[in-house]
């Protein structure tokens, strides 16, 4: 099956820091989605990003689909930004809309 | 509903006990997934519904997990038995699109503990 792979896969910032996030894949996907998942638990839906560009505030997203990966980027950060960001991909029969997620990048931001 | 709801937020279960979680979805979604996440882990797919039928159980771990949408709506995953290994967060998700991928709004989840 596809591979999702996610780095790093923790990191650290001083609030106000930039940072870029990577997801590489191993195959042909259908598309992507990046989420945040708070402390809580909660999933929160950050982009649906097939390929191109996406901004919104102070992240964005870039995914180049022929080179199989997508960049999440972080300006400053905040500490409300801390949690594990997950890069998840449509893949295989459209059916399905099986999602599959890497492993996460768990940011922690400090004051 | 204005978001995915799930219920209950946590569950205790002794060892061979059943349990049954909901999953309330957007209004009007037509699709609806089952996850499991692990501590640490991504979560991982279980199932998925198109209105009330079942088009793919292959993450189903074992035949003790059964799902159901009987009216296109509300959904019960149902995990009979419960083992230590079930321990997990449960989450719901759906979308409005079907047959091609569509962007996949996520509940809070049911975390389980199995005692």
């Known amino acids: 099956g596809i591979q999702v792979e996610q780095s790093p896969p923790d990191l650290i910032l001083q609030e106000g820091a930039n940072s870029t996030l990577r997801c590489n894949f191993s195959d042909s996907v259908n598309n992507l989605q990046w ?4 402390p809580w638990g909660q999933l929160i839906n950050l982009f649906y990003i097939p390929s191109g560009t ?7 997203a870039t995914t180049v689909a022929t080179e199989r990966y997508s960049l999440l980027y972080i300006s400053s950060s905040q500490t ?3 949690g594990v960001y997950f890069c998840a991909v449509y893949y295989g029969s459209s059916n399905t809309g099986k999602l599959i997620f890497g492993q996460g990048t768990t940011l922690q931001v400090k004051p | 509903g204005a978001g995915v709801s799930q219920s209950p937020r946590y569950k205790v279960a002794k060892r061979g ?6 999953c309330d979805p957007i209004s009007g979604h037509v699709s609806l997934f089952w ?5 640490g882990q991504g979560p ?18 074992s035949d003790r997990f059964f799902a159901e ?47």
């Open chain 1, 35 to 38: 989420f945040h998942q708070n």
């Open chain 1, 54 to 60: 996406k901004q919104n505030g102070r992240l964005s």
């Open chain 1, 80 to 82: 409300t930004d801390s």
């Open chain 2, 17 to 22: 006990q059943d349990v049954a979680l909901r």
């Open chain 2, 35 to 39: 996850y499991q996440q692990a501590l």
């Open chain 2, 44 to 61: 991982e797919f279980l199932t998925y519904f198109q209105n009330e039928a079942q088009l793919d159980k292959s993450g189903l771990p």
């Open chain 2, 69 to 115: 949408r009987p009216e296109g709506s509300v959904s019960t995953l149902k995990i009979q038995r419960t083992q230590q290994e079930d321990s997990a967060v449960y989450l719901c998700a759906s979308s409005s699109l079907t047959g091609v991928p569509g962007e996949l709004f996520f509940g809070e989840g049911s975390r389980l503990t199995v005692l």
